[in-house]
């Protein structure tokens, strides 16, 4: 199969790029004729010490086919001792660091290519044929977002309900279907917006750069509901795109 791939990202109003706590991957490319591919994004939360560190973790060892939560974990606390930190933050790490996660595989079987997804808290996926919106996972209403989604730690004691409430979706790709990959800001954004305007999708087909997104954001998030809610959280938001050009 034949795919075409790109990426995009913005940090919360008010913060630095280096504190984007959102993770992705793989990085960006452009097309690949490929047997079998994979990508992930996962949101750390922004409570938590060193979760964008965590959210990276956890998307590149999907993308390489690392399966070992385990070895994750200790792979994260390794990073974090190593560095020198104020008791009070020494003190954090007890707790952990905690991410939502979505991620997608792709595989060729025979004549058609399947799809399978899993989720653990509110990152989402989205499938995409033409301007129809298929399907919404795990969340499929914007007013399902809330302020305690189950998420992934860096602690293996503190994983029980997270890794009971894992979801997973399969189905098969059309040449030209498309798969969205988001964080939870940008994914409630879009849910509210394909059922208020019906427009979401086209929106985000006209984003081709990170010039679009940025645009797009700012412009969202200043708009505000009769509640004074924007309509887009001020939060780190993250974008994937992947295409599938041919089977």
């Known amino acids: 199969m034949q795919i075409s791939y790109r990426t995009g990202w913005l940090q919360k109003n008010g913060c630095a790029p280096e504190e984007y706590e959102d993770s992705f991957a793989p990085g960006e490319i452009s097309t ?3 047997q079998e591919f994979r990508c992930a994004v996962a949101d750390g939360a922004t409570e938590t010490s060193f979760s964008g560190l965590w959210a990276k973790i956890l998307c590149d060892a999907y993308v390489a086919g690392q399966t070992s939560l385990e070895e994750l974990q200790k792979q994260w606390l390794e990073q974090v001792s190593s560095q020198e930190l104020p008791w009070y933050a020494e003190q954090k790490l007890e707790s952990g660091a905690y991410a939502a996660f979505v991620c997608l595989t792709l595989y060729q079987a025979e004549k058609s290519v399947i799809w399978k997804a899993k989720a653990i808290g509110d990152s989402c996926l ?5 301007d129809q919106l298929l399907k919404s996972f795990p969340i499929d209403t914007w007013q399902d977002f809330n302020n305690s989604p189950l998420l992934m730690a ?8 997270a890794l009971a409430g894992v979801k997973v979706l399969e189905g098969q790709c059309e040449g030209g279907d498309v798969f969205l990959l988001m964080s939870d800001a ?6 509210r917006r394909h059922h208020e305007h019906g427009d979401a999708v086209k929106l985000l087909e006209e984003v081709s750069n990170q010039e679009d997104l940025e645009k797009l954001c700012k412009q969202e998030r200043g708009q505000r509901d009769g509640d004074g809610r924007a309509f887009m959280p001020n939060d780190d938001v993250t974008l994937v795109r992947l295409a599938i050009v041919s089977l």
């Open 126 to 130: 989205f499938h995409i044929r033409g």
């Open 154 to 161: 860096s602690r293996a004691d503190r994983n029980e309900e």
């Open 186 to 191: 940008i994914s409630n954004w879009f849910l």
């Open 32 to 34: 690949e004729n490929v």
